[in-house]
């Protein structure tokens, strides 16, 4: 089913969001790829403050290629979740809510989506010219140090997610395997 939401993404909002549905997001997210999620981390262990706002906010694990001229910014594809397992149930105990990535996530990480009631989606990998449409507006706001893994808040319009893994646990990537598979 396709559905349209706006950030923030709360608790309330994860509610209708069921694992296989087709969403479209319109706000504001942010991009934090592993390096980014790193430092967030030892910020958090030396007792600063994060770099964002992470209560209720989306990340979307992407590192872009630079602009084109007239562009807010280059090619925006997904990048592999699993690399950010080890620092995602810190932030989403935290109050992130929502994450946008390629490919399976551990049980760590479920387990916190679960007792978050955050969601999980993916972007589809190798469509990142088209993904960069979507976004309206792009700014480095911390760890420019980084480059393409610095933090940016982006503002995108109608983005193209699937919720792959819902506020219950449900996981597209095992109910599609059973449902499609022959033994």
Request: charged residues 30%; hydrophobic residues 35%.
């Amino acid at each position: 089913m396709d559905k349209y939401i706006t950030t923030p993404i709360t608790a309330e909002t994860t509610k209708d969001l069921k694992s296989g549905d087709y969403v479209y997001i319109t706000g504001t997210i942010y991009v934090a790829r592993d390096a980014a999620h790193k430092r967030m981390i030892e910020a958090l262990e030396r007792g600063e403050e994060l770099p964002i706002d992470i209560k209720d906010s989306t990340i979307y694990y992407m590192g872009p290629s630079p602009a084109r001229e007239g562009r807010p910014i280059g090619s925006a594809g997904p990048t592999t979740a699993s690399r950010m397992d080890k620092y995602a149930p810190t932030l989403l105990d935290l109050g992130e809510k929502a994450m946008i990535g390629k490919g399976k996530r551990t049980k760590e990480v479920i387990e916190a989506i679960i007792r978050n009631q955050a969601v999980y989606f993916a972007a589809i990998g190798g469509a990142g010219a088209l993904l960069s449409k979507c976004i309206t507006k792009s700014e480095v706001i911390c760890y420019d140090d980084l480059g393409a893994e610095a933090i940016r808040k982006i503002e995108v319009e109608n983005f193209p997610v699937i919720v792959v893994i819902d506020r219950e646990g449900n996981n597209l990537y095992e109910t599609a395997i059973k449902e499609y598979c022959c033994e």
